[in-house]
């Protein structure tokens, strides 16, 4: 069965200091793997995914993420942290099988606290 | 392009009642899912439709249950409500064909549901 592990349930970080997000998964096969971002009261905002190719994938506001099929890990990152980054951050996956688009498997959550 | 809307945004029910809850995707996206978010399970996910055609559901009671209509406009049902169902209720769509999962998933602002 497919599942996400965000091991971190809060990350603290200095605002203008690099910022580490760590997501491992567990899928049979090459996964589809997401990164969402919740601000309170909101619903989810899409931030990158990896289907297939490079291994670092650029998503908006500065992030990044890098695929490695190893270790399935799937950490996001970003080089200058800012306060307004603040936000609880989703990893997700999808095994790619035909058929399906919705069925996105997520982590916990990490949230992530960037201080001035 | 308007994003994902869903009403109402709050909702407060009492044990026993059903619940109907609205989504109405992105212009031109076909398939809309749903997920259930509480601080317990985190996120999970209800259901998916696809062109008014039921694609994959979660692991979920048959009291929740959802349709979609032929403007790919979302409902979905809570029947005899129980205090866990207290959530927030997100659905997304997604613009993806049949085959294949890696497109991302647009959400809605969700439905916060209390159940007293």
């Known amino acids: 069965a497919q599942s996400v592990a965000q091991p971190e349930d809060q990350v603290n970080v200095a605002e203008g200091n690099p910022l580490t997000v760590k997501c491992t998964y567990s899928v049979s096969g090459n996964p589809y793997l997401f990164w969402y971002v919740q601000y309170p009261n909101r619903g989810l905002q899409f931030l990158l995914k990896?289907?297939?190719?490079?291994?670092l994938v650029k998503g908006s506001y500065g992030f990044e993420a890098e695929f490695n099929k190893s270790q399935t890990s799937f950490h996001l990152k970003k080089p200058s942290a800012l306060v307004s980054d603040s936000a609880l951050y989703f990893c997700?996956?999808?095994?790619?099988?035909?058929?399906?688009?919705?069925?996105?498997?997520f982590g916990k959550g990490t949230k992530l606290s960037v201080k001035p | 392009k308007a994003g994902v809307t869903q009403t109402p945004r709050y909702l407060i029910k009492t044990r026993g009642q059903q619940v109907t809850l609205s989504c109405s995707p992105i212009?031109?996206?076909?398939?809309v899912s749903w997920y259930q978010q509480t601080p317990g399970q985190g996120l999970q996910f209800l259901f998916e439709y696809f062109s008014e055609t039921q694609r994959n559901k979660g692991n979920f009671p048959g009291r929740f249950s959802g349709r979609q209509f032929s403007n790919s406009r979302s409902e979905m049902n809570v029947s005899t409500l129980e205090l866990g169902d207290s959530a927030l209720y997100l659905c997304?769509?997604?613009?993806?064909?049949?085959?294949?999962?890696?497109?991302?998933?647009?959400f809605g602002p969700g439905t916060r549901l209390t159940v007293l």
């Open positions: 997700a996956v999808r095994e790619p099988h035909g058929g399906s688009q919705g069925n996105l498997i």
């Open positions: 212009s031109g996206h076909r398939s």
């Open positions: 990896y289907i297939t190719g490079d291994n």
């Open positions: 997304a769509s997604s613009s993806g064909r049949i085959a294949g999962g890696g497109n991302e998933q647009f």
